[in-house]
């Protein structure tokens, strides 16, 4: 049976931009295994909750992010902009292109995020 991941919306746009920098070293050290995983097209589901980069994550408080309103915030951008709903299943690819041709291409990225605190990582 094949793995289906659960990855949060606006972590569709973290991957594109991921180049081991992270909050920990086992936040970091999950991060390049999912961005390996993802790179054999698994199903994903697409979320607005913690997900399976989240379950490494330092702000992962039994489940929950300390910046629970912000992050929410961003994977609700990313899901309008995208056309999708929380809990649709799709391949990894088709959600990374389709976060790239409505979000990175045009720009729209630092409407969504600006806040974050990694944005100054995230050049194309």
């Not at 999950?30 to 993802?38: A, G, I, P, Q, R």
């Not at 489940?63 to 309103?69: A, L, Q, R």
């Not at 990374?96 to 806040?115: A, F, H, S, W």
Request: aromatic share 8%; glycine share 6%.
């Amino acid at each position: 049976m094949a793995i289906v991941y659960r990855i949060r919306a606006h972590h569709g746009m973290c991957f594109s931009f991921f180049r081991g920098k992270g909050y920990s070293g086992e936040f970091t050290d999950n991060m390049w295994k999912m961005k390996e995983n993802l790179a054999h097209n698994p199903d994903v589901i697409l979320l607005k909750e913690a997900d399976d980069v989240c379950a490494h994550c330092p702000n992962n408080q039994k489940g929950t992010c300390i910046s629970m309103e912000k992050v929410a915030d961003y994977d609700r951008q990313v899901l309008d902009l995208c056309g999708l709903e929380p809990g649709v299943r799709m391949r990894w690819k088709d959600f990374e292109k389709t976060v790239q041709d409505k979000i990175l291409k045009p720009g729209r990225r630092e409407e969504i995020c600006k806040d974050c605190e990694w944005s100054e990582l995230c050049v194309l």
